[in-house]
């Protein structure tokens, strides 16, 4: 038996952020506009979709202000934003961290509430509509129910879903992320990768994100390389948009594991990027699920290229890593050993991405994982 369930619409490809008047015409009248501090408005994305939201009659109000790794006050400050303008949908737009930012600035504009109450385990009774317009290839998040935010001031770093936080329609435009610099293109991308890759080992994989997961693997593997190398190449942006909305759908259902479990404190408590966090602690992940997925882990080396051998998936992975120069540990992240006690606390509390795990960890395994991911491989 499994289920299901994704009611995402969604409009993937060049210029659909022209989708967006329409859309949000259909859900309100007074959007608040969620993005990132610069990179937006630097290519022209902002602007655009003034332009599109005027076209549509509907008006519109700028939150600019998410940062990287957004933390809760800046969500409750965009939902007294929200609030104050009197909106009645909010549209992300940007990376992961706007995005997720818009989704959690909804909920807390429709109930009143700060976030830190549903992330100790409240309940939202209502959330404003949200739109989502994708630039980075990366999270996924224009395609599931997920947001993660910071503590700013625990630093702790969660991941937090429900089904009023999903998207109502989004916007997977393939022109916003020729401007992403290569670094942003690689550590977007592995994220990708482990989207796929986590989603395809979790314990909660059904038929059909597996499904998923396999194809983002496959594309990730076949695109990524070429779109560090030239980020004009349309046709790899195209592989790995689509890998990234495909990604997303897999771990909508089929969720993440350790991985991400391990990560989130890594960028909760130094603020580096999401996909570079995850890459330095994924060779020490993978070698630890073997074998307990040892036919999963044949097919991931398969798609990595090598022969299909469970062992062969280390091997794999190191390449794919070293063809976008992320092959780094964790030390040059600036995790040191006396931070390993702390990170392994954090990522211990993090029980969901624990339990769908293919092999149980203690806090002892944990502690050695972020030890052995110190030095890069
Ligand atoms: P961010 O949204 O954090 O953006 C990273 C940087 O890239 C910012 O400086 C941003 O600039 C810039 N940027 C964004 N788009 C472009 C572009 N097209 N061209 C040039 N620069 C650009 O990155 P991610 O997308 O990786 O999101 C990471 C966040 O998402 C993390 O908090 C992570 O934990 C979370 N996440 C969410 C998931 C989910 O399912 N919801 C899954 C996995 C991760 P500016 O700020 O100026 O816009
Ligand atoms: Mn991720």
Not at 9 to 29: C, Q, W
Request: negative net charge.
């Amino acid at each position: 038996m499994f289920r299901h369930f994704n009611p995402v619409e969604l409009y993937f490809g060049s210029g659909t952020l022209e989708k967006a008047g329409g859309l949000a015409a259909r859900y309100g009248s007074r959007a608040l506009v969620v993005t990132g501090r610069s990179s937006m408005k630097k290519i022209g994305a902002l602007d655009r979709l003034l332009e599109v939201l005027e076209e549509a009659g509907v008006a519109a109000e700028v939150f600019g202000q998410v940062e990287p790794n957004p933390s809760f006050a800046t969500v409750d400050r965009g939902a007294q934003r929200a609030r104050d303008g009197a909106c009645d949908l909010v549209i992300g737009l940007g990376g992961g961290s706007p995005m997720d930012a818009a989704k959690a600035i909804a909920m807390c504009a429709a109930t009143g509430r700060p976030v830190a109450d549903f992330f100790a385990g409240g309940e939202p009774e209502d959330a404003l509509p949200v739109l989502e317009i994708a630039s980075t290839s990366g999270t996924g998040s224009e395609a599931d129910r997920y947001l993660v935010l910071t503590n700013q001031e625990t630093r702790e770093k969660q991941g937090w879903g429900h089904r009023l936080t999903y998207p109502r329609a989004s916007m997977v435009d393939v022109d916003l992320m020729r401007a992403m610099p290569p670094r942003l293109t690689a550590a977007t991308g592995l994220d990708v990768f482990f989207h796929g890759l986590e989603a395809y080992v979790s314990t909660a994989a059904t038929p059909l994100t597996e499904l998923y997961a396999v194809e983002a693997m496959r594309l990730v593997v076949e695109n990524l390389e070429a779109a560090y190398e030239d980020g004009e190449n349309m046709e790899a942006r195209t592989g790995m948009a689509w890998a990234s909305t495909l990604a997303g759908m897999a771990i909508d259902g089929g969720r993440t594991t350790l991985l991400h479990g391990l990560e989130h404190p890594v960028s909760g408590h130094l603020d580096v990027p999401h996909g570079e966090g995850l890459a330095a602690l994924s060779l020490a992940y993978l070698e630890f699920i073997l074998p307990a997925c040892p036919e999963k882990c044949a097919r991931i080396a398969w798609l990595l290229g090598e022969e299909q051998a469970a062992e062969n998936s280390i091997e794999g992975l190191r390449r794919l890593l070293q063809s976008v120069d992320m092959d780094g540990g964790l030390a040059e992240l600036g995790v040191t050993e006396e931070m390993v006690d702390r990170l392994a606390r954090d990522a211990g509390e993090a029980r969901r991405l624990l339990e769908t795990n293919p092999r149980p960890a203690s806090l002892e395994d944990i502690r050695r994982l972020y030890r052995q991911s110190l030095e890069g491989g």
